[in-house]
């Protein structure tokens, strides 16, 4: 779906980390730690994308799969 329409869908990320909330996955960008937002997934243009910032780790993927499935459905 992102590869043909004008528009993202995406978690956003934030540097305010909530360790305890099931809808949040730590991790680390740009060396820096973070948590993928998985309760504020939105769809945004892709304009707004300036600039890849880093790579999410393989386990990652795995685990952000994983909970947009549960919170979301199949």
Not at 57 to 73: A, H, S
Request: charged letters at 25%; a positive charge; glycine letters at 2%.
């Amino acid at each position: 779906m992102n590869k043909f329409l004008e528009t993202v869908v995406a978690c956003p990320l934030t540097t305010k980390l909530h360790p305890m909330w099931r809808s949040r996955i730590q991790t680390v960008c740009e060396g820096q730690r973070a948590e993928i937002a998985v309760d504020q997934i939105r769809t945004i243009s892709k304009l707004r994308l300036i600039k890849k910032l880093d790579k999410l780790p393989q386990n990652d993927i795995m685990l952000l799969r994983q909970l947009i499935t549960e919170m979301y459905g199949e």
